[in-house]
């Protein structure tokens, strides 16, 4: 059971935050509500109270940076994209809950008891947490939505990193303690956390694979800055790299050194240009998914098969959960619009006892089976939508125009889709990243449509003095 220590952290976080508000800048006031809530507020622990939305680490944050950007800042934050489809998702993803509740109003009845089925104030609940999930996204939009910006963002998690690293150095060596030591219990299951013949740190996040790919985060971060930086600032930058990356390697995870012999070349070597056409093909690969499972195109078989030539072990942990999927997936498409709601609904369960069945692992099964296609296309395309936008607006910018900075984050965005597919690790940082480019997809969006305007007036008013000689 939590300690008092933890609910007095969630509670004591609105202070926190107002006095970030009041002493740093409002770029770096949002990402360290954002990031140190993520980094050091307990898991799990929440404030339930009736009626309104879940108070946990992922909802407090960016709860309160809005709370005070409009009361102390007095201004406003704008919850709709400039795209047209992008207004058109973020209505979806805060209504969708709405539909999937009025369709899931059946219990679900078993020999021995029954699951209730949904009420229509758990939709309330359900929408106003949506818009809250969102806020990171809308905020990261205002504030960070520029290169610098986003080089500010990778400064906060590469500092953030470098001092997350030495808890999980003492939980590498000791065990994953952290969290019992301060907030007073174990967030999962430990045996979980025991990897070649050592432990993967965990600290105050929900699992190891969240501390895994947050160092990937901070590696990736660390090589952009190590590209733009002047020379005579690289030595330092490629020694927090080079320490970030033996960071990972302590982590014990093969899906991020996976992740990262995918991507960190191309932070090293590629254009801005193609940095954003290879993170929007990844984003493409990912909303696809679901749809290329259904229809048995993924070469599932290939993927264990080349599991196994690195370790048995996994490439048994990896059936056991491609098998889950296959089930839920067949569970999602009994009602494949909305969903099936929450309270353990878009599991199987045992015809007596209605004892759980399913393990449920990555995102996109997750979502799907709880909204629908409905809620899978909302959130995943919203997520994906700066992506989509930024990789357009890279084949038509001009030479330069793209930024390393602005295509690294890119590829960033598109590594944490990718952690979708086998992990549930959409966090805030993730929409705030997300919201960053999404803001910079728009700036970059402004300064073609300017330059096309100059172009016109430039040749009507040539057009103009052509006829005036003649």
């Known amino acids: 059971m939590p300690n008092p220590i933890a609910f007095l952290m969630l509670a004591i976080w609105p202070v926190v935050t107002w006095q970030m508000y009041r002493r740093l800048d409002p770029q770096r006031a949002l990402i360290w509500t954002i990031l140190a809530g993520y980094l050091l507020l307990p898991p799990l622990v929440k404030f339930d109270l009736p009626v309104i939305p879940d108070l946990d680490k992922n909802t407090i944050p960016g709860l309160m940076a809005a709370l005070c950007i409009v009361l102390m800042l007095r201004e406003r934050i704008s919850l709709l994209p400039e795209n047209p489809f992008g207004k058109a998702l973020v209505g979806l993803y805060v209504l969708g809950p709405f539909l999937t509740v009025l369709t899931n109003t059946d219990p679900l009845i078993f020999r021995l008891t029954e699951i209730g089925g949904m009420q229509i104030y758990d939709s309330f609940a359900a929408m106003a947490n949506q818009l809250i999930w969102l806020l990171p996204l809308f905020l990261g939009r205002k504030y960070l939505g520029n290169p610098e910006g986003m080089r500010v963002l990778m400064g906060a998690m590469i500092a953030g990193g470098l001092a997350y690293s030495i808890p999980m150095l003492i939980e590498a060596r000791v065990?994953?303690?952290?969290?019992?030591?301060?907030?007073g219990f174990f967030q999962h299951d430990f045996f979980q956390t025991i990897r070649a013949g050592g432990y993967r740190p965990v600290v105050f996040l929900p699992h190891g694979l969240w501390v895994a790919f947050y160092t990937l985060m901070c590696l990736m971060s660390a090589l952009i800055v190590l590209r733009v930086s002047p020379a005579e600032q690289r030595p330092k930058a490629l020694a927090i790299a080079l320490y970030m990356a033996f960071m990972l390697i302590v982590c014990k995870s093969a899906g991020v050194l996976a992740y990262a012999a995918l991507f960190c070349p191309l932070l090293l070597l590629a254009t801005p240009r193609l940095m954003l056409v290879v993170a929007g093909m990844v984003a493409a690969v990912v909303v696809a998914y679901p749809l290329l499972r259904g229809l048995?195109?993924?070469?599932?078989?290939?993927?264990?098969?080349?599991?196994?030539?690195?370790?048995?072990?996994?490439?048994?942990?990896?059936?056991?959960?491609?098998?889950?999927?296959e089930i839920l997936l067949a569970r999602a498409e009994e009602r494949p619009w909305f969903g099936w709601g929450g309270f353990g609904r878009n599991f199987t369960h045992d015809p007596d006892t209605g004892e759980m069945l399913n393990i449920a692992d990555g995102a996109w099964i997750i979502v799907l089976g709880i909204y629908g296609w409905c809620g899978y296309i909302a959130d995943f395309w919203l997520t994906a939508l700066p992506l989509f936008l930024l990789m357009r607006e890279a084949l038509l910018a001009r030479r330069g125009e793209v930024s390393v900075v602005t295509g690294g984050m890119g590829l960033i965005l598109g590594a944490s889709m990718l952690d979708l597919l086998p992990n549930a690790t959409q966090v805030p940082l993730t929409w705030l990243v997300a919201g960053a480019l999404l803001g910079e997809a728009e700036r970059l969006r402004h300064l073609r449509k300017a330059r096309q305007a100059d172009a016109r007036r430039a040749g009507l008013h040539g057009g103009r003095a052509r006829r005036t000689v003649i």
């Open 296 to 325: 048995h195109v993924v070469p599932l078989d290939a993927i264990l098969d080349f599991a196994n030539g690195f370790s048995t072990e996994r490439a048994g942990s990896l059936r056991f959960r491609f098998e889950n999927e």
């Open 175 to 183: 065990s994953p303690q952290m969290n019992i030591w301060v907030y």
